[in-house]
């Protein structure tokens, strides 16, 4: 989609709007005047302020720069005067944080009588809906976004460190960590493009970190003792979890970079044979040219394999911006219902109303619903848990049948068009959900798969209050997971009592079957307990049903079904049996959906693989309830 929409670019505006573009910071202020402003649109790891002080260092002109945000439009507005006299330049840093500063800003800037002709005011902001429309209007805009690729990262990396930094060091160590660090550094930014599989929490990693991290290395190897060497648990300690880690608040990325320390540092690093992918090894350089020399030979573009990832992340990559590009053309289409000949909006909407009403399960009534409970046994956790699930349903189901009924109404024109009601109209004709349901329920990329996920949680419930406990659950039908486990792990709990059990020992284990759904027809052994759950998808790694464990995912295969897992619990404190200590585990996180954070997350089920478990750490692998 992406690159024909690039060729269509350069085909009716010209070649040079579909290529990239240096920005020529010398260009702009030579365009601009003391009367017009500079607003840089701030992008995720580049922040344009260093080389706003280099242009003005080079023309001999003061920068004075101040952080927007709380009490500081007083320092400001002193620093605006005093510019504005000696022809100095100012620099907002951050001003969506200090929106109110900027009608004022412009006031002064636009009307001022005397003024210095040298003064320039710079602004650094977030893309924010109130930032006022005229100051953006009457101003220069422009963005810096961090370079693609490895070799475009190295580039820059290197092209800002001087050869005097480079030999600072006297130590053999210090120009091969330098270049490892500056991998890292280009690693770590580059993942974030693929989305949840590189890390759940997109982080703004910027020149700060590198910076940070290049003066901790020099002084580390200044202290160092020669006869004992690197002390490789501190650098990775200060990598992983202060310099780089610092901005990480997910435990898994934490995990994830932790591993890139273990695996990319260490005494190995300084041997030949070292590489962190095939072809891109550790130079051996001089000079700062040297290495220079050595990134302009790296390929242009990198498989996702350089990361650690799998070469389907690329797939995974290119989907997502095309989505993003798409639903951004969706928002800005007009939402007036045109005249002319179709269907209108309304009618759309109205017979679509009309067939979600006929689809719509029934309520479920609560007398019947308590009789069921009883007879199966009210105070049984998993009962426990059923309740509360239907309870849950059936507010979903009420919401539904209420808005699609006074959204006929107010279409036939026998009720007002509501607020609630219009976003409903408006979300159902885009195929989206409508707010009012989205808060109550769960997340899905088109309302049609909302609407069948509704179809078959409902059945899920439905068939075990009336049939039931069925052998295997579908896990993403659940509003709650978690507590489904633990209900699991209580009722397992309460059967061993005998043993001396006690549910803050008791803890989740699992094993993956060699069935599919299909294939079930009981439920769990009854000594072990447990469930059998199923409808879970691996996502970038492949599954092996024969041998039960990990493999590579195979070309243009985004997610392999995992088959039935059983899921159990055991007491930590009961000897552990010894024919489950086979081969290694790799911890593999679920998650409700494919947007991967802590709200999704469920709890880690274990899986075998013959590889090193950092591997699939590096691959980000999980498994998701759901793909949509």
């Not at 003064?119 to 220069?140: C, D, G």
């Not at 997910?250 to 540092?265: E, G, I, P, S, Y």
């Not at 009981?522 to 447990?530: E, L, Q």
């Not at 469920?602 to 693989?609: R, V």
Request: with cysteine; aromatic share 10%; proline share 5%.
């Amino acid at each position: 989609t992406l690159l024909q929409a690039r060729h269509y670019i350069a085909e009716s505006l010209g070649v040079k709007y579909a290529e990239g573009f240096i920005l020529d910071m010398e260009g702009m202020w030579a365009e601009s005047d003391s009367r017009t402003l500079l607003v840089c649109f701030l992008s995720m790891g580049s922040d344009p302020t260093e080389n706003i002080e280099r242009l003005a260092k080079s023309k001999n002109v003061p920068c004075r720069a101040i952080s927007m945000g709380q009490g500081q439009e007083v320092h400001a507005r002193r620093l605006l005067n005093q510019s504005m006299q000696d022809g100095g330049w100012v620099l907002l840093q951050n001003c969506h944080l200090g929106l109110d500063f900027m009608d004022e800003l412009l006031d002064t800037i636009t009307t001022a009588e005397s003024m210095n002709e040298g003064l320039r005011t710079w602004i650094t902001t977030e893309v924010h809906p109130k930032f006022p429309i005229n100051l953006l209007q009457s101003s220069i805009k422009f963005t810096n976004e961090p370079p693609q690729g490895v070799k475009a990262g190295l580039k820059r990396t290197y092209s800002s460190i001087t050869q005097e930094q480079l030999e600072i060091s006297n130590m053999p160590q210090w120009k091969p960590l330098l270049y490892a660090v500056g991998f890292l550094h280009t690693t770590v930014q580059e993942r974030r493009k693929f989305g949840p599989l590189g890390w759940n929490i997109p982080y703004e990693f910027n020149q700060a970190d590198f910076t940070a991290s290049m003066q901790f290395v020099q002084n580390h190897l200044d202290e160092m003792d020669i006869k004992r060497g690197v002390n490789w648990n501190c650098m990775r300690y200060m990598l992983g979890e202060v310099q780089y880690g610092g901005r990480v608040t997910d435990d898994l990325d934490k995990q994830l970079l932790n591993t890139f320390a273990r695996v990319w540092f260490g005494e190995y690093m300084f041997s030949d044979k070292f590489c962190f992918y095939k072809g891109y090894s550790i130079p051996q350089g001089k000079t700062v040219q040297d290495y220079l020399q050595y990134i302009e030979m790296l390929p242009l573009v990198d498989t996702p394999e350089v990361f650690g990832l799998h070469s389907n992340a690329d797939i995974t990559y290119q989907t997502n911006m095309a989505n993003e590009t798409l639903s951004t053309i969706v928002n800005i289409q007009p939402k007036d219902s045109g005249g002319g000949g179709g269907e209108t909006r309304e009618s759309v909407v109205q017979r679509l109303a009309t067939e979600m009403l006929e689809k719509l399960p029934s309520d479920y009534i609560p007398h019947e619903v308590k009789a069921r409970l009883q007879k199966m046994g009210a105070i049984q956790p998993m009962n426990i848990f059923l309740r509360q699930e239907i309870d849950r349903m059936q507010r979903v189901l009420t919401r539904v049948r209420n808005t699609l009924t006074d959204l006929k109404l107010a279409i036939d024109g026998t009720i007002i068009m509501s607020e609630d009601l219009r976003d409903a109209l408006d979300n159902m004709y885009d195929a989206r959900i409508p707010k009012l349901w989205f808060k109550i329920s769960w997340e899905s990329a088109t309302l049609g798969f909302w609407f069948t996920e509704l179809l078959e949680r409902n059945q899920q419930f439905h068939s075990w209050l009336f049939d039931g406990r069925p052998n295997q659950f579908w896990m993403t039908g659940f509003f709650n997971p978690q507590g489904f486990l633990t209900a699991m792990r209580q009722e397992t709990t309460r059967m061993n009592l005998t043993k001396g059990w006690a549910l803050d020992s008791v803890i989740l284990h699992n094993d993956v079957t060699r069935m599919m759904k299909e294939d079930v027809t009981g439920p769990p052994p009854a000594d072990v307990g447990g469930v059998y759950i199923y409808g879970l998808f691996l996502e970038g790694a492949g599954w092996d049903r024969r041998n039960a464990k990990l493999i590579e995912s195979s070309p243009k295969v985004l997610f392999t079904s995992l088959p039935v897992a059983h899921v159990y619990a055991i007491s930590t404190t009961s000897p552990a049996d010894p024919r489950k200590q086979l081969g290694s585990l790799y911890s593999c996180p679920v998650y409700k959906k494919p947007r991967r954070t802590d709200l999704t997350y469920i709890f880690a089920l274990y899986l075998k693989t013959v590889q090193n478990p950092d591997h699939w750490t590096l691959r980000g692998v999980a498994l998701l309830c759901d793909s949509k």
